[in-house]
């Protein structure tokens, strides 16, 4: 469920922590953080807020867009799964897209791709979709040959569950002029 204003203040209660203080210390214990497992929980738990428009401007603010971007470029395959589900989920929003297309999200999506976890997978070929659909980035950088071979691959495939092939061809259907060759 979305939150506005209203509905924040009735869950966070007279002595409760507004959104952007808890995002914040979320944040800081990432970045302080040694242990690989507490990090996971909170790239996952950042990943979920980043579904919610509400709080858009907070993640924004905090650079927790450019946290995810860097989960990508980690080798723990659970940061770079919640660094691609909380870029997909947060790049619906034309600007919350830009900023990840300005702090060189684009590449480290597509180098998603490949990954092993399909969960991962699924979300960079969303995340990509909703980065193309803003209008933002180059559509050349992401529509390379190499690219929309790879997600053409998952399109044939499917594999995964019947949701994985559908959101390649859907990618396909929108964005690639040939598509109809899967």
Same mark, same amino acid.
């Given at each position: 469920?979305?939150?506005?204003?209203?509905?924040?203040?009735?869950?966070?209660?007279?002595?409760?922590?507004?959104?952007?203080?808890?995002?914040?210390?979320?944040?800081?214990?990432?970045?302080?953080?040694?242990?690989?497992?507490?990090?996971?929980?909170?790239? #996952?738990?950042?990943?979920?807020?980043?579904?919610?428009?509400?709080?858009?401007?907070?993640?924004?603010?905090?650079?927790?867009?450019?946290?995810?971007?860097?989960?990508?470029?980690?080798?723990?395959?659970?940061?770079?799964?919640?660094?691609?589900?909380?870029?997909?989920?947060?790049?619906?929003?034309?600007?919350?897209?830009?900023?990840? #297309?300005?702090?060189?999200?684009?590449?480290?999506?597509?180098?998603?791709?490949?990954?092993?976890?399909?969960?991962?997978?699924?979300?960079?070929?969303?995340?990509?979709?909703?980065?193309?659909?803003?209008?933002?980035?180059?559509?050349?950088?992401?529509?390379?040959?190499?690219?929309?071979?790879?997600?053409?691959?998952?399109?044939?495939?499917?594999?995964?569950?019947?949701?994985?092939?559908?959101?390649?061809?859907?990618?396909?259907?929108?964005?690639?002029?040939?598509?109809?060759?899967?």
């Amino acid at each position: 469920m979305f939150t506005n204003d209203r509905r924040q203040a009735e869950r966070t209660g007279k002595y409760g922590t507004p959104r952007q203080e808890h995002l914040q210390d979320l944040v800081t214990k990432f970045q302080t953080s040694k242990s690989e497992e507490e990090k996971e929980k909170i790239a #996952a738990n950042l990943a979920n807020f980043a579904y919610d428009p509400y709080n858009y401007s907070f993640l924004r603010q905090l650079n927790v867009l450019e946290l995810f971007i860097d989960c990508l470029t980690e080798p723990n395959e659970r940061l770079v799964e919640f660094g691609a589900g909380g870029i997909c989920n947060a790049v619906a929003s034309a600007e919350n897209a830009r900023t990840v #297309a300005d702090c060189g999200g684009v590449p480290a999506l597509i180098g998603c791709l490949s990954s092993p976890v399909r969960n991962t997978v699924k979300y960079a070929i969303g995340g990509l979709y909703y980065l193309l659909e803003s209008g933002c980035c180059d559509r050349r950088e992401i529509l390379k040959a190499e690219v929309v071979q790879l997600i053409r691959k998952y399109a044939e495939a499917g594999g995964g569950g019947a949701g994985f092939g559908n959101l390649a061809r859907v990618f396909l259907d929108k964005h690639c002029f040939d598509a109809t060759s899967y």
